[in-house]
């Protein structure tokens, strides 16, 4: 579960924006990429598939990821 998250060089659990319930994810992970969009079972994949069959999905915060952790819209992180 830890490689979903990142770190500090301390070891040190990051949070999302100073709230430390919600802990940061790490968006270079290759085990949070499956679990969420990459994987056969992953999030995206469960709702697109019957009998929900969604057919849109909203990214309210899309453009706080950027790339490295910055917050910055780039159009690598809108292609993903």
């Not at 949070?15 to 992953?42: A, H």
């Not at 999030?43 to 950027?66: C, N, Q």
Request: glycine residues 8%; negative net charge.
């Amino acid at each position: 579960m830890a490689d979903r998250y990142s770190f500090s060089a301390e070891g040190k659990a990051l949070d999302w924006l100073g709230y430390s319930s919600l802990p940061k994810l790490d968006y270079q992970s290759s085990t949070l990429i499956d679990d969420i969009y990459g994987g056969e079972d992953s999030i995206v994949r469960y709702w697109l598939k019957a009998p929900w069959s969604m057919d849109g999905w909203r990214l309210d915060v899309v453009h706080m990821l950027g790339e490295a952790g910055e917050r910055r819209t780039t159009s690598s992180t809108l292609r993903r």
